[in-house]
């Protein structure tokens, strides 16, 4: 079935240091994948649609200069985290489809410790 | 307002037991679809099981099903014979728009914690 690779699985980070996470489509052609963000024991909260080839639509309370989206090929979505502070911490998924009647294919998540 | 909404507190099944997990839905869109997703505690997001609002059937996978109630925009997954793996977090969420083929976002109810004793 269709994966998605996410990378990396856990980080841990200096504040004021910027994160890279990579969302990989591996045997399908994503033009669309979504940046998720979730607390311990809450909800998955969407931060952004990445579009292949264009700029990323960002939900509403979600700084575009700190949480940097790149879609520059139709497996790869990137996520920086820039300038990372403690309350940054939290577990970021990212998913992709294809048919849009089809379920969502998530990455394993990334583990972002700031210190 | 609420698209997706899961109320229960965390719940506890005997293990070969059946379980429901209640979901509600608001939309006015025609066209959506329904997903259950399953969330071990090492994190990943597991598909469990999908409804289209067009589907005359209730959808079923293995021992999941999804008792689909439309007109009361309701979604509840039923587990069959819980087995302690079953122990996780599920979250329901809903796609709408499906029949324009936009990629439309998922959005995600609260989670509902199964806990299955021995």
């Known amino acids: 079935g269709a994966v998605v690779s996410q990378h990396p699985s856990w980080v841990i980070c200096k504040s004021g240091t910027s994160v890279k996470i990579e969302c990989r489509s591996l045997?399908?052609?994503?033009?669309?994948m979504f940046w998720y963000r979730q607390f311990p024991k809450q909800s998955l909260m969407l931060m952004a649609t990445?579009?292949?080839?264009?700029?990323?639509?960002?939900e509403q309370g979600v700084e575009k200069d700190k949480f940097l989206i790149n879609h520059a090929s139709l497996t790869l979505s990137t996520l920086t985290v820039t300038s990372a502070h403690p309350e940054d911490s939290s577990f970021y998924i990212c998913?992709?489809?294809?048919?849009?009647?089809?379920?969502?294919?998530f990455g394993n998540g990334t583990r972002l410790t700031v210190t | 307002a609420q698209k997706i909404t899961q109320t229960q507190p965390g719940m506890f099944v005997q293990e070969k037991e059946a379980v429901t997990l209640d979901c509600t839905y608001d939309?006015?869109?025609?066209?959506?679809?329904l997903f259950w997703y399953k969330q071990p505690s090492s994190g990943e997001m597991i598909f469990l099981i999908y409804?289209?609002?067009?589907?005359?059937q209730n959808a079923t996978e293995g021992r999941y099903s999804l008792n689909f109630q439309k007109a009361r925009k309701s979604a509840n997954l039923v587990i069959s014979a819980s087995q302690l793996g079953d122990s996780a977090m599920y979250f329901c969420?809903?796609?709408?728009?499906?029949?324009?083929?936009?990629?439309?976002?998922?959005?995600f109810g609260k989670g509902i914690t199964l806990s299955v004793r021995p």
């Open positions: 409804q289209g609002s067009y589907d005359q």
């Open positions: 990445s579009n292949e080839g264009s700029k990323a639509t960002y």
């Open positions: 045997d399908f052609q994503a033009t669309t």
């Open positions: 998913s992709a489809n294809g048919q849009y009647n089809s379920p969502l294919h």
């Open positions: 939309t006015s869109d025609p066209s959506y679809g």
């Open positions: 969420a809903m796609r709408e728009h499906i029949r324009t083929g936009a990629n439309s976002k998922l959005t």
